[in-house]
């Protein structure tokens, strides 16, 4: 932090009286320093930070801060307030007010001194020893950690009362990390020593607690947070564990850490990242400025509702990118979900887009993909209009497909870094029909890219401009560069060879086509390999005038998606005996999922019994995914299940299909649950809806 802060960038008569004219006043003292570029921008950007949340904390602190494009470089401004100013906070007036400035592209380095900064105001020696100082070199060196709170306190008489009226220390306490303020964090293990070695001398195990900590900057209220809770662990006699996500990155919790916790903090102000690790254990989710003010209180309600027996349920995962995994994961990994990042943002695109096309068809005909541009031709009272209206918004979707999938390939490995560039990427793989590969190409080159220029150290004075002016211009060149010249042309030549290769599948070639594709939506029921096989669908069929057989080959891909819960729903119905009270009342609801075409309907029978749901599920795929393409059936639309029937070629014989591959799933289900050991008498169906039976029930069921 030798640079952040100089005795320049100090006033210890500060006499601002609100928390605008005490920004203004430091401010303009970086502006001197050629450390902000634009007095009023800058200004605008910390008040709309201030916006979002006061940065007031309790203890007499303000701590006014942002990201913004017109700083140059980290810095820190500090002034002493005599008579206090209002920041918002719960406790009064802050007379310690940092004015913590950092440029939009700050580095990994620079965050990590300024969260360390955060930590240190959670120490009162640090504080106390800045209301007592009288030379503003000397507080600033005192920030930057070249001068350790109790040598600062020295030069005070011992006894002097600072600004909050309590007593200047001259020894920091053993508990507290004092070379905080140098940048180096003491290791969350360290925190918890002094409580547990209490602990073992009681011969108890401590109550343990892991918290997650985050604000929407990610540079000051995340780590105090984090320190104020690790402090009040320790007092309390709990071993405390923060995975603090702020902009310096974060480390995820182990994983054996978080399972042998006995209950969890959220203290955030944005989503916790991976929040369905923590699913199933007694839970308090706070705003981060609850972690900062009351963390005792915290920490005692986590407490009681571990003892009470109350736990969270578990969460939604979030996006791929979210659920990216640690370091530590293999390049396989980390591509399939890189992968899986693009498939998932861009599948509301194909729902939206293709049920407005199927919905174009159904009320203008067959014809009307055929119809002049509604911008030039629309009546009100004509159904043919409203029928090209609803096709051509479908086809704008449609264009979508390939930009978002490229686009968010990139974010999943860059983040919004590579947005840009993927996008880029993506359109011109339409442009160019390059279609699915091309875009699946543009969207790791894109992120690629990004990753390879986040790692070149550049300058002081271009940080700011990096992220909206600097990666998205040359990652987009270079994108552009090898898809236009390079790459792009044999991807479309390859793309346009499996386009031919399909259009002449004929006779036994589409039967193995169909069985095929049947077994992959049904492999893992909505996980990675069913999204290969429903994409590889629905990209032949994003084009104003797709070819039959690519046509043939979504019929085959949503036919098969819908057996596995209409089978569930099936095999429940007739053998109800042979599955749990919560499987039956599953498979009520799997009747109406797997007649949309929600293959994940069958996930629950599936985790239940996965030897016997999912190759029984492959089997009756591969079924009904091989008769659609016997029978030449054909399917416009990339969704919709049965609701889209109507607009399906040769209807009939498709439902035909599908039927056949639901009796053959239920059938082998039916065989093969029947075939486990009986269970002990007693157990049967007559006391299964009895109160003591349902304990009974949960285990495995008895064979009919």
Same mark, same amino acid.
């Given at each position: 932090?030798?640079?952040?802060?100089?005795?320049?960038?100090?006033?210890?008569?500060?006499?601002?009286?609100?928390?605008?004219?005490?920004?203004?006043?430091?401010?303009?003292?970086?502006?001197?320093?050629?450390?902000?570029?634009?007095?009023?921008?800058?200004?605008?950007?910390?008040?709309?930070?201030?916006?979002?949340?006061?940065?007031?904390?309790?203890?007499?602190?303000?701590?006014?801060?942002?990201?913004?494009?017109?700083?140059?470089? /980290?810095?820190?401004?500090?002034?002493?307030?005599?008579?206090?100013?209002?920041?918002?906070?719960?406790?009064?007036?802050?007379?310690?007010?940092?004015?913590?400035?950092?440029?939009?592209?700050?580095?990994?380095?620079?965050?990590?001194?300024?969260?360390?900064?955060?930590?240190?105001?959670?120490?009162?020696?640090?504080?106390?020893?800045?209301?007592?100082?009288?030379?503003?070199?000397?507080?600033?060196?005192?920030?930057?950690?070249?001068?350790?709170?109790?040598?600062?306190?020295?030069? #005070?008489?011992?006894?002097?009362?600072?600004?909050?009226?309590?007593?200047?220390?001259?020894?920091?306490?053993?508990?507290?990390?004092?070379?905080?303020?140098?940048?180096?964090?003491?290791?969350?293990?360290?925190?918890?020593?002094?409580?547990?070695?209490?602990?073992?001398?009681?011969?108890?195990?401590?109550?343990?607690?892991?918290?997650?900590?985050?604000?929407?900057?990610?540079?000051?209220?995340?780590?105090?947070?984090?320190?104020?809770?690790?402090?009040?662990?320790?007092?309390?006699? #709990?071993?405390?564990?923060?995975?603090?996500?702020?902009?310096?990155?974060?480390?995820?919790?182990?994983?054996?850490?978080?399972?042998?916790?006995?209950?969890?903090?959220?203290?955030?102000?944005?989503?916790?990242?991976?929040?369905?690790?923590?699913?199933?254990?007694?839970?308090?989710?706070?705003?981060?400025?609850?972690?900062?003010?009351?963390?005792?209180?915290?920490?005692?309600? #986590?407490?009681?509702?571990?003892?009470?027996?109350?736990?969270?349920?578990?969460?939604?995962?979030?996006?791929?990118?979210?659920?990216?995994?640690?370091?530590?994961?293999?390049?396989?990994?980390?591509?399939?979900?890189?992968?899986?990042?693009?498939?998932?943002?861009?599948?509301?695109?194909?729902?939206?887009?293709?049920?407005?096309?199927?919905?174009?068809?159904?009320?203008?005909?067959?014809?009307?993909?055929?119809?002049?541009?509604?911008?030039?031709?629309?009546?009100?009272?004509?159904?043919?209009?409203?029928?090209?209206?609803?096709?051509?918004?479908?086809?704008?979707?449609?264009?979508?497909?390939?930009?978002?999938?490229?686009?968010?390939?990139?974010?999943?490995?860059?983040?919004?870094?590579?947005?840009?560039?993927?996008?880029?990427?993506?359109?011109?793989?339409?442009?160019?029909?390059?279609?699915?590969?091309?875009?699946?190409?543009?969207?790791?080159?894109?992120?690629?890219?990004?990753?390879?220029?986040?790692?070149?150290?550049?300058?002081?004075?271009?940080?700011?401009?990096?992220?909206?002016?600097?990666?998205?211009?040359?990652?987009?060149?270079?994108?552009?560069?090898?898809?236009?010249?390079?790459?792009?042309?044999?991807?479309?030549?390859?793309?346009?060879?499996?386009?031919?290769?399909?259009?002449?599948?004929?006779?036994?070639?589409?039967?193995?086509?169909?069985?095929?594709?049947?077994?992959?939506?049904?492999?893992?029921?909505?996980?990675?390999?069913?999204?290969?096989?429903?994409?590889?669908?629905?990209?032949?069929?994003?084009?104003?005038?797709?070819?039959?057989?690519?046509?043939?080959?979504?019929?085959?891909?949503?036919?098969?998606?819908?057996?596995?819960?209409?089978?569930?729903?099936?095999?429940?119905?007739?053998?109800?005996?042979?599955?749990?009270?919560?499987?039956?009342?599953?498979?009520?609801?799997?009747?109406?999922?797997?007649?949309?075409?929600?293959?994940?309907?069958?996930? /629950?029978?599936?985790?239940?019994?996965?030897?016997?749901?999912?190759?029984?599920?492959?089997?009756?795929?591969?079924?009904?995914?091989?008769?659609?393409?016997?029978?030449?059936?054909?399917?416009?639309? /990339?969704?919709?299940?049965?609701?889209?029937? /109507?607009?399906?070629?040769?209807?009939?014989?498709?439902?035909?299909?599908?039927?056949?591959?639901?009796?053959?799933?239920?059938?082998?289900?039916?065989?093969?649950?029947?075939?486990?050991?009986?269970?002990?008498?007693?157990?049967?169906?007559?006391?299964?809806?009895?109160?003591?039976?349902?304990?009974?029930?949960?285990?495995?069921?008895?064979?009919?």
């Amino acid at each position: 932090m030798s640079e952040m802060i100089t005795a320049d960038l100090v006033d210890l008569d500060l006499s601002a009286e609100t928390k605008e004219a005490a920004a203004r006043a430091l401010a303009e003292r970086m502006v001197t320093l050629g450390r902000v570029t634009d007095l009023e921008g800058f200004l605008a950007d910390v008040a709309a930070r201030e916006a979002q949340m006061p940065t007031g904390l309790d203890g007499g602190i303000g701590i006014p801060h942002c990201r913004s494009e017109h700083v140059t470089e /980290p810095t820190l401004g500090f002034g002493r307030s005599a008579a206090g100013i209002d920041f918002g906070a719960p406790d009064g007036p802050a007379d310690l007010i940092f004015l913590i400035a950092a440029p939009a592209g700050a580095d990994d380095a620079h965050l990590t001194i300024l969260s360390s900064l955060a930590r240190q105001l959670m120490n009162a020696e640090f504080t106390s020893a800045l209301r007592a100082v009288d030379d503003a070199a000397a507080a600033a060196a005192l920030i930057r950690g070249d001068e350790s709170p109790a040598a600062a306190a020295s030069t #005070v008489p011992e006894g002097t009362e600072s600004a909050d009226g309590s007593k200047n220390s001259v020894a920091v306490s053993g508990g507290a990390s004092a070379d905080t303020a140098t940048g180096t964090t003491s290791d969350t293990t360290d925190t918890t020593s002094d409580t547990t070695a209490d602990a073992g001398a009681s011969g108890e195990r401590p109550f343990r607690i892991v918290a997650v900590t985050s604000c929407p900057t990610g540079i000051a209220h995340t780590y105090m947070a984090a320190e104020s809770l690790e402090n009040a662990g320790r007092e309390a006699g #709990v071993e405390v564990v923060v995975e603090t996500q702020g902009s310096a990155g974060f480390t995820r919790l182990d994983p054996a850490v978080i399972a042998a916790a006995d209950g969890v903090i959220f203290a955030h102000d944005v989503p916790v990242r991976d929040k369905d690790r923590f699913a199933g254990k007694p839970t308090v989710d706070v705003g981060v400025k609850a972690g900062i003010n009351k963390p005792a209180e915290l920490i005692t309600e #986590v407490r009681g509702k571990a003892a009470r027996g109350e736990v969270s349920a578990g969460s939604a995962p979030g996006t791929p990118v979210e659920r990216s995994g640690d370091s530590t994961e293999g390049y396989g990994t980390k591509l399939r979900k890189w992968l899986m990042s693009g498939v998932s943002y861009m599948v509301p695109f194909v729902a939206a887009g293709g049920l407005l096309i199927a919905l174009g068809f159904a009320i203008g005909g067959w014809t009307v993909n055929k119809a002049p541009s509604v911008m030039d031709h629309f009546v009100w009272t004509q159904t043919d209009s409203w029928g090209a209206l609803l096709f051509q918004i479908g086809g704008v979707a449609f264009n979508f497909l390939v930009p978002v999938l490229a686009g968010y390939i990139a974010y999943g490995m860059a983040d919004r870094p590579g947005l840009v560039p993927g996008f880029v990427g993506g359109a011109i793989a339409f442009n160019i029909n390059a279609g699915f590969l091309g875009g699946l190409a543009a969207g790791l080159i894109a992120g690629g890219v990004v990753i390879g220029i986040q790692k070149v150290k550049i300058p002081a004075a271009l940080r700011g401009i990096m992220p909206v002016v600097v990666i998205p211009l040359i990652s987009s060149a270079i994108v552009g560069f090898l898809m236009f010249v390079v790459i792009g042309k044999p991807i479309a030549s390859a793309q346009k060879g499996m386009t031919d290769w399909l259009n002449g599948l004929t006779g036994t070639n589409a039967v193995l086509l169909g069985a095929l594709l049947g077994l992959m939506m049904c492999f893992d029921l909505g996980g990675p390999v069913n999204k290969v096989a429903y994409t590889f669908a629905t990209a032949g069929i994003a084009v104003a005038s797709p070819s039959d057989s690519a046509m043939k080959i979504m019929a085959a891909v949503m036919a098969a998606g819908m057996v596995p819960p209409l089978a569930m729903a099936l095999a429940t119905t007739v053998r109800g005996k042979l599955f749990t009270q919560t499987e039956r009342e599953n498979g009520k609801a799997a009747w109406v999922l797997g007649a949309s075409f929600i293959t994940e309907g069958a996930i /629950p029978f599936a985790a239940a019994d996965p030897l016997r749901v999912i190759p029984s599920a492959m089997v009756g795929g591969a079924v009904t995914g091989s008769l659609s393409m016997a029978f030449g059936t054909t399917l416009r639309a /990339p969704h919709g299940g049965i609701f889209v029937v /109507p607009l399906i070629g040769n209807p009939f014989l498709y439902l035909i299909a599908i039927a056949a591959g639901v009796c053959v799933t239920t059938a082998l289900v039916v065989v093969l649950k029947g075939m486990r050991k009986q269970a002990p008498e007693g157990t049967g169906a007559g006391v299964a809806d009895t109160a003591i039976a349902a304990k009974v029930d949960s285990k495995e069921p008895v064979a009919a």
